[in-house]
């Protein structure tokens, strides 16, 4: 079975740009996280989307956002671009959302996009 | 404010030894989960511990969780070269109706042969 597929592998952007990721979850799964990596440090929260609704906010700014799709792919959009925006994005499936069973919290990780910005 | 913190943040042992790394918070967590990541890679899930004071065993890994779902313990016996990498503690925390999945400040073990 196919894992959590995340696209493109690696992106470079100027400040300023708008920048879209994408991910597709495990077959079967209809929760998808997504993550920012930066060097050094472990994976910040960004958004959780179960069965296509914001379940969960991590403390970032207005200019992220993502959106689930009926598949339950999804879309992280990130405006503005700052420096600061460099990172490893992560994005995560799993079977339910955050508020479901307490055993199926387990997040299962793509292998992330690679967002530099110059 | 960090919520889970772990020790120690780097550890670099000799192949054949013994290590213990900790995941303590002063927040209950429902449920932790142990992952390790592997440079330019997502992080791969190692186990879930649910209930206050189970242990679980994955080879020559094993897992605590502490009685009153605070804390978190990995104990590695005879290390391999082979498990080196980041160990990151991971949990949901529900504040105010809200939820947000929680990283632990992370630890990065090397193992030399």
């Known amino acids: 079975d196919a894992g959590v597929t995340q696209s493109p592998t690696h992106l470079i952007k100027t400040r300023g740009q708008h920048v879209t990721l994408r991910c597709s979850p495990i077959?079967?799964?209809?929760?998808v996280s997504w993550y920012q990596q930066v060097l050094g440090q472990g994976p910040q929260f960004i958004f959780q989307?179960?069965?296509?609704?914001?379940?969960g906010r991590g403390n970032f700014p207005d200019r992220f956002s993502a959106r689930q799709f009926p598949n339950y792919s999804s879309e992280l959009n990130v405006n503005a671009l700052l420096l600061g925006d460099s990172a490893l994005y992560l994005c995560a499936s799993s079977l339910y959302g955050l508020a479901g069973v307490r055993a199926y919290n387990e997040q299962f990780f793509g292998p992330g996009t690679r967002l530099t910005v110059l | 404010t960090q919520l889970l913190e772990q020790s120690p943040q780097f550890l670099s042992i000799q192949e054949g030894e013994n290590l213990t790394v900790y995941c303590n918070s002063s927040?209950?967590?429902?449920?932790l989960q142990w992952y390790r990541q592997e440079p330019g890679e997502g992080p791969v899930l190692l186990v879930t511990v649910v209930t206050g004071g189970e242990v679980k065993k994955l080879k020559r890994l094993t897992f605590q969780f502490g009685d009153a779902r605070k804390d978190s313990s990995l104990h590695i016996t005879a290390a391999q070269p082979g498990d080196t990498g980041l160990y990151l503690c991971a949990g949901v925390l529900a504040t105010s109706g809200t939820y947000k999945y929680i990283f632990g400040t992370g630890t990065r073990l090397k193992v030399l042969a």
């Open positions: 077959s079967g799964h209809k929760s």
């Open positions: 989307y179960y069965e296509k609704e914001e379940r």
């Open positions: 927040s209950v967590f429902s449920s």
